[in-house]
């Protein structure tokens, strides 16, 4: 059952980005990333309400949340002092950093794919959506002040190389473009880490339902400002809005659920690395995307590194598991 969940929840993944681009002739992309989580959301809520202990971990995590909300609300916030005291305090409010990692995530990350993919393409656009571990790293090193050993700090390095490879091949006018797709990575990253701080003691379905409801919602009020034109209805739009909300979001939010509580973290961010490879694939077999050699060559080199960056993880997280067995 676990490797059935793997292969279907990483082609799936992988192959949406060939169905994200196809979708670009027919939504515009902020419109189609509030239509794919919007559909996302209400398939995935009867996975959370028609169980009970999803039910209920649910309902504590708000009642907990607008308890301390209210405790807040009764503090004095007539001077300066007092207001930034109150937004300190917002770090135990677990809504509170639920829905900055929806806007991280959902809202801001997904937009930004969407768009770049109406620039750049399908391949390029996973590729550089998928150095998010790259930038966790960075991060943890910084924030969490994890240490870096030699092969750690050498997958970084031939990441960035890579990207240097893939953000040269075309200088005329993508260069602003790809450096917006990894501000969409970066994004991305950051909401883990604060999924990884702030929720890890949560209900993972619930909280991850919370999480697109809150980036749903925000997606909503951001299209309604920029959104121009209303999207092309037929057959191929709608399958690939299905796809998107029933499958990609919906289903494999399911999936990662499951795969989640039967495998290391580490692990699973290693055979991640298939996504992109399969996007790519699927953009060079179904949107006909052309690939020269010093494409594959930066392609293969950042994906090589974030695996050595998250082979040492995995090894340093197993490491950590055999001290508190010795511990315990």
């Known amino acids: 059952m676990l490797i059935f969940a793997l292969v279907l929840l990483y082609l799936i993944w992988g192959m949406n980005w060939t169905v994200m681009k196809i979708a670009s002739v027919y939504f515009e992309p902020e419109l189609f990333a509030t239509s794919r989580f919007l ?26 949340s607008f308890v301390h909300l209210r405790n807040l609300s009764e503090s004095d916030t007539s001077s300066y002092f007092s207001i930034i005291s109150l937004i300190v305090r917002l770090k135990n409010c677990s809504l509170f950093w639920i829905a900055l990692a929806g806007i991280l995530h959902i809202s801001y990350s997904n937009v930004v794919v969407q768009i770049a993919i109406s620039h750049l393409g399908a391949g390029v656009s996973c590729v550089l959506n998928y150095t998010m571990p790259i930038f966790v790293a960075i991060l943890s090193y910084i924030v969490l002040k994890e240490k870096f050993s030699f092969v750690k700090s050498l997958g970084i390095g031939l990441a960035f190389i890579g990207l240097f490879v893939i953000m040269n091949f075309r200088l005329e006018g993508e260069l602003s473009m790809m450096f917006f797709a990894l501000s969409g990575a970066l994004s991305w990253a950051v909401a883990n880490l604060i999924i990884k701080t702030k929720l890890g003691g949560l209900d993972k379905l619930a909280h991850t339902t919370l999480q697109l409801g809150f980036g749903t919602f925000f997606l909503i009020v951001y299209s309604c400002i920029v959104v121009k034109s209303l999207p092309v209805f037929n057959l191929t739009s709608i399958l690939c809005l299905l796809y998107n909300g029933v499958l990609a979001s919906a289903l494999c939010f399911v999936l990662w659920s499951f795969v989640v509580d039967q495998m290391d973290p580490s692990a699973l961010a290693v055979s991640s690395m298939l ?3 399969i996007g790519v694939l699927g953009g060079v077999v179904f949107l006909s995307e052309r690939l020269s050699s010093r494409m594959i060559f930066g392609m293969m080199l950042l994906l090589f590194g974030v695996i050595m960056v998250q082979i040492v993880v995995r090894h340093q997280n197993n490491s950590t598991k055999k001290i508190e067995d010795k511990l315990k």
Do not use: A, E, W
């Open 39 to 64: 559909v996302g959301f209400i398939v995935l809520l009867p996975f959370v309400f028609f169980n009970k202990n999803h039910r209920n971990n649910l309902k504590n995590i708000i009642v907990d």
């Open 275 to 277: 996504t992109p490879l």
